[in-house]
């Protein structure tokens, strides 16, 4: 099978060619069914295998938690140029890894968004499921080089860098943006925040349609006014629940796409092809 311009080529540049580390933050923008603890421990264990396996600095967990606002970061801040910057500042960081953390059952699931604090460029990572916190190192170690797929290959002790080895080939493409977990649970809140919104706001408007119809509103006594009152109430907070959760729906929806997958590429498989028209395009030769 040969493949072509569905994917991009990239030629990994070796240690030599590495400029001076980045420094890479790691905030948490959104945990759901997560403790506090739990959530530092995921930023943590990201950070460790980040540095472990790539040349970069990291500023994750409680360091990163202490450097941020207390009340934490925005689900929202992931599209706001000025929380993007403000982040940036405190965790002193070239690059920011936003991460939406979800455990659903025994299934905790991480999705990260990626974002170059100089150009405001942001693109999806694929996420990185676990069953224990125990696991998190290892399963983030495993797809360190797809979180930042810019970032040199640390060389092992014996001097063999491994996955991108100076001169080796990969395979770069991306994947459609998808329902998450956490994006199901706030679709899931807001539409029923929606029809709870829609039902007290029909009972009220009910309620008022009928005290307007009699010949006198003193008819309507004070219970029905407080009930009317109580629904109208209900009906705003349930439609601002449905509006919250259709911005953070949006949010997690436009971060849950873009996941870049690198493929290893034997260069015997790689050879040039030349079109009808005479154009010319890498071609890749084999199974993936």
């Not at 405190?90 to 690059?95: G, I």
Request: proline share 4%; charged share 25%; hydrophobic share 45%.
């Amino acid at each position: 099978m040969i493949l072509a311009a569905a994917a991009a080529l990239v030629v990994v540049p070796g240690p030599a060619a590495a400029d001076k580390a980045p420094r890479v933050g790691i905030a948490v923008s959104v945990q759901v069914n997560l403790k506090k603890d739990e959530v530092e421990e995921l930023s943590a264990a990201l950070g460790r295998a980040l540095h472990q396996k790539l040349v970069v600095d990291v500023v994750s967990g409680r360091e990163a938690n202490r450097r941020l606002p207390s009340a934490g970061v925005s689900e929202s801040c992931v599209v706001d140029e000025a929380c993007i910057k403000d982040t940036a500042q405190r965790l002193t960081a070239d690059e920011i890894l936003f991460l939406v953390a979800v455990r659903v059952g025994n299934r905790i699931q991480v999705d990260s968004t990626w974002v170059d604090t100089s150009t405001g460029r942001s693109a999806s990572r694929p996420k990185v499921v676990m069953i224990k916190l125990d696991e998190a190192e290892a399963r983030f170690a495993e797809s360190a080089s797809l979180i930042l797929p810019d970032a040199t290959v640390r060389q092992s002790p014996m001097g063999h860098a491994g996955e991108g080895e100076e001169g080796s080939a990969i395979l770069v493409r991306t994947t459609p943006r998808r329902m998450t977990p956490a994006t199901w649970v706030t679709a899931g809140v807001g539409v029923a925040a929606l029809g709870t919104g829609v039902g007290f706001w029909l009972a009220a408007r009910s309620k008022y349609d009928e005290c307007k119809g009699r010949p006198d509103d003193r008819l309507c006594n004070q219970s029905e006014r407080d009930a009317v009152t109580r629904n109208a109430v209900t009906s705003d907070i349930s439609f601002g629940v449905a509006a919250a959760s259709a911005v953070l729906f949006g949010v997690l929806y436009y971060s849950s796409g873009g996941d870049i997958e690198r493929i290893p590429v034997a260069a015997r498989s790689l050879r040039l092809q030349v079109d009808g028209q005479g154009g010319a395009f890498v071609a890749v030769e084999g199974r993936l």
